[in-house]
C-alpha cells in the first residue's frame, strides 16, 4: 500500500494497456493475469504491482506500476554520488519498465494462452499508455522508433523546470 501512495505522490511509472474487444476481461488471459487479483513482484530496484483498474466486458484495463526506490539503486552500483541519488529513473518509464514487463508478462510475451489459444491467435484493439518516459533526443525519436512497428505515438514534451526551461 505505501507503493501505492508513494506513486500517487509522482514518485514511480505506470504503463496501461486498455481493450475494447469483446469481451474486454479476456486481457487477462492474454497476459496470463486474473483481473480480480493485485499481484506484486519485487525487483532489484524496488517493486512492480499489476493491477485491473477497470474490468467489464466492454473495456479491461490492465496496468503497471513501477515503484522505483532510487537508494536500492545506488546500493547496487559502484559509487555512491549525488547525481545517483538524484534522477528521473523512479518518475519516468525506462529500461526498469522494461525489466519489470518481462518479469510480469514472460508467459505472455510468448504469444500463447493456455486456456484460450485461440485468442492469441486473434486480432483485438490495444491502447498503451506511458504517461512519462525519458526520450532524449527532438520530438521525432518516438516516432522513429515505434511508427515502422505501426504504432501511432502521441507525446507531449514537458518542461523540466518552467523557470529555466533550457
Known amino acids: 500500500m505505501a507503493s501505492i501512495l508513494s506513486c500517487l505522490n509522482g514518485?514511480?511509472?505506470?504503463l496501461t494497456i486498455?481493450?475494447?474487444h469483446s469481451p474486454a476481461t479476456d486481457l487477462?488471459?492474454?497476459l496470463h493475469k486474473n483481473p480480480a487479483s493485485f499481484q506484486t513482484a519485487k525487483?532489484?530496484?524496488g517493486q512492480a504491482h499489476v493491477f485491473f483498474p477497470d474490468a467489464s466486458d466492454d473495456r479491461c484495463?490492465?496496468?503497471v506500476l513501477?515503484?522505483?526506490d532510487p537508494v536500492a539503486l545506488v546500493r547496487r552500483s559502484d559509487g555512491g554520488s549525488l547525481r545517483q541519488y538524484?534522477?528521473?529513473?523512479p518518475y519516468v518509464a525506462s529500461s526498469l519498465m522494461s525489466v519489470a514487463l518481462a518479469r510480469l508478462f514472460g508467459t505472455a510475451m510468448g504469444g500463447r494462452s493456455k486456456e484460450r489459444p485461440e485468442l492469441a491467435a486473434t486480432e483485438i484493439p490495444l491502447e498503451a499508455r506511458i504517461p512519462v518516459?525519458?526520450?532524449r533526443g527532438d520530438d521525432a525519436l518516438l516516432d522513429r522508433l515505434f511508427g515502422p512497428l505501426g504504432y501511432e505515438v502521441e507525446a507531449t514534451r514537458l518542461p523540466l523546470d518552467e523557470t529555466f526551461p533550457s
Open 11 to 14: 514518485a514511480c511509472n505506470l
Open 18 to 20: 486498455t481493450t475494447t
Open 28 to 30: 487477462g488471459y492474454l
Open 43 to 45: 525487483m532489484p530496484f
Open 61 to 63: 484495463t490492465a496496468a
Open 66 to 68: 513501477l515503484d522505483v
Open 86 to 89: 538524484v534522477n528521473d529513473r
Open 133 to 135: 518516459i525519458a526520450a
